[in-house]
């Protein structure tokens, strides 16, 4: 049986982290990431850009009450590729789960 | 958390986790707050208006309903104000309802503003019954997404009562029953889930 390799960008504890809480709401920003997945600011930065980068995650910058916020959205493609990562992950953990 | 590679099952573990806490946090954030701002204050001014009426018999005090506006303006200047950290589908689709529901009062001003002027008298009677069913519909689909069934039925007031004023109810009568609909399918049922919430 070919087993389908885990897609490197969501294989990382930080990404995985913020694609799952992306998952279940329309529209998040940069202190509620931060505070749920408990990293500091430049890694999440980081981590947010080569999301948006790969097309996971929608950034969207604003100015709201003169304070800059930054608020993600997860992309159809990057709810395509979660679905994919979670399927290969119950491929590899077949017998156990 | 850092950017570090982790084994399968930890993945599966850290996705259910991130799930669960993105649930939990949003399960207590239902805004309220709106409904019981707008549900009052129609009930305060069905009052104020139908003994102002009742006492003066000046029917120009039905004017006095334009004073909703308030709340709504407050309203998005507070919205405009505050630091939103999640948005959930639960949120943007009630937003959304509310939304059309806005435009179709606002319509409605405007079709009744068009139609009076070319007739050479402009009659907002219509509003009453017409804001009753809209609010009432509103709220229904509101109790269909968040899943609250006090939103969902109580309306059926609303209609009853909008039908009663267009076929029986003199009009300053309307007032007190517009403010009673108001305080039974929206007041209440917001406080009732207020409560289940604490």
Known sequence: MIIKELDPLLHSQLRLAIVSLLLSVEEADFSYLKEHTEATSGNLSIQIDKLSAAGYIEVRKEIVGKKPRTSCRLTERGREALAEYVAALKEYLGGVL | ?198
């Open chain 2, 1 to 198: 958390m850092k950017d570090k590679k982790i084994n399968e099952r930890e993945s599966l573990e850290l996705i259910s986790e991130m799930i669960s806490r993105t649930k939990q946090g949003i399960a207590m954030k239902q805004d309220y707050n709106r409904f019981l701002l707008y549900g009052y204050a129609v009930v305060i001014v069905a009052l104020v208006l139908w003994l102002l009426i009742r006492v003066t018999g000046d029917g120009r005090f039905m004017f006095g309903w334009f004073a909703l506006f308030l709340p709504y303006l407050w309203h998005m200047v507070a919205d405009s104000r505050k630091e939103k950290h999640v948005v959930t589908y639960v949120q943007s689709m009630v937003e959304n309802v509310w939304k059309v529901i806005g435009s179709l009062f606002g319509l409605t001003i405007l079709a009744l503003l068009c139609v009076g002027w070319g007739m050479g008298r402009i009659d907002f009677a219509l509003m009453m019954p017409l804001s009753l069913i809209y609010a009432g519909i509103g709220m229904a689909m509101t109790g269909l997404v968040i899943r609250e069934s006090g939103f969902v039925w109580t309306p059926l007031v609303g209609l009853g009562v909008a039908a009663y004023m267009l076929v029986a109810s003199p009009v300053n009568d309307w007032n007190l029953l517009f403010g009673a609909s108001f305080l039974v399918f929206m007041v209440i049922p917001v406080h009732v889930a207020r409560n289940k919430v604490k």
